[in-house]
């Protein structure tokens, strides 16, 4: 009935009021916010770790896509893959998530709440189907090396990225044609209400990856026991195979410790608000999961630097060639200048002697000329008189 009243109604508070209905809530309801220490406190590690998750994110892809030798690995284009959609993630979502926590409020308007709740989704599911499709990439290489000489690499990792972007949207269409999002005064931001979306959600973008992950890293751990065990009796008789299995064990490790992080951080939250339908718990709680949730998607540019030692030393000499093309190039700028003051001076220098130059050559010039012209006429009548003959 409000809706309806500021559409045709035309007085200006009204029309606020249709704008800003989408999250408007009761007394009752704005009470139940969370406290001013716990947004604070929130707020600040929030844009703390927001600053630095983007800067560990752009030096990661910058790394991968400039050095020819990182993009040729299959693995490094999952997590170019991975960290693009973390970008969005920690770009948009938990940049309003934070602008919630310093205002105590939503700030974006109805639309960006929405949004953030349709991106927070389809973010999610991304992530956990990109680490299941990389634990079933993982599964191949270590325990079915022969499957994977007869795949073709390329196809895998083509469907897989399109896996991971179009399932995720597609569940999110029962939100869609319903519009069931409405605004949480506990979480300071939109969440969804439909029952069915959120059985999709638990179901196909959650327990489904999960499930599949967790398969496929108890496989490779049984098959890595197993394999320690043949090669400790055979005394290290396929040194060769032994060091491939290490590399690509190394590789397997780093992704269990990413999704270890993000089932710690994503999945109490998610649970939480899934079941949290009579909103008994206190908003505080909210505000430390959501944390959590934030600190796990920050923390993957460090879990590759600590477990990736190749990503780790180009990602400095990517960092320290940058520093130095630009100290170069303040060099460079800072010379130009200074020659540009020189030549400014050299040239007024050059101007001046000149001029005075002119000055001082020009007089000689025209004074000897007069001069040598009667010195000329006298020496003429001179000579006349000279040779004036007396003897007549």
Not at 20 to 39: E, F, G, I, V
């Amino acid at each position: 009935m409000m809706n309806e009243a500021a559409l045709i109604t035309p007085e200006p508070w009204l029309m606020k009021t249709n704008l800003t209905s989408c999250y408007q809530q009761t007394l009752s309801d704005q009470l139940s916010q969370p406290t001013r220490q716990a947004t604070f406190v929130g707020a600040i590690l929030a844009f703390v770790f927001i600053f630095f998750g983007l800067i560990g994110n752009f030096i990661l892809i910058t790394t991968i896509l400039s050095v020819k030798k990182l993009r040729s690995h299959i693995i490094n284009i999952f997590i170019v893959s991975l960290q693009f959609n973390d970008l969005l993630n920690i770009g948009f979502n938990q940049f309003f998530v934070g602008l919630s926590y310093a205002n105590r409020g939503w700030l974006g308007g109805c639309i960006i709440c929405k949004l953030v709740t349709y991106f927070s989704t389809i973010c999610m599911g991304c992530l956990l189907w990109h680490h299941c499709l990389i634990a079933i990439h993982r599964l191949i290489v270590v325990v079915y090396p022969n499957l994977l000489r007869r795949m073709s690499i390329r196809t895998y990792i083509i469907v897989s990225l399109v896996i991971t972007r179009i399932l995720p949207i597609l569940c999110c269409i029962p939100s869609f044609l319903t519009d069931s999002i409405a605004y949480s005064s506990q979480a300071l931001r939109c969440s969804m209400y439909n029952k069915f979306q959120i059985y999709i959600n638990i179901t196909i973008l959650i327990l489904l990856p999960n499930v599949i992950i967790i398969f496929c890293f108890v496989g490779i751990f049984f098959h890595v026991l197993r394999a320690t065990h043949v090669s400790g009796r055979r005394n290290n008789t396929r040194v060769s195979t032994s060091h491939s299995l290490r590399r690509e064990i190394r590789i397997t490790k780093m992704f269990a410790v990413l999704f270890t992080l993000f089932f710690l951080g994503y999945h109490p939250y998610g649970f939480v608000r899934a079941y949290d339908k009579r909103r008994q718990l206190h908003p505080d709680i909210y505000v430390l999961l959501t944390l959590l949730y934030c600190i796990s998607i920050c923390a993957s540019p460090l879990v590759y630097g600590i477990m990736n030692n190749q990503l780790l030393n180009e990602s400095m000499r990517v960092v320290f060639n940058c520093w130095r093309c630009q100290k170069i190039d303040n060099y460079k700028k800072s010379s130009h200048r200074r020659f540009k003051k020189n030549v400014k001076k050299s040239s007024i220098l050059t101007n001046g002697i000149n001029n005075v130059n002119c000055n001082r050559v020009n007089p000689p010039i025209t004074v000897p000329m007069h001069t040598s012209t009667s010195r000329s006429l006298k020496n003429e009548t001179n000579s006349i008189t000279i040779l004036d003959t007396s003897h007549v």
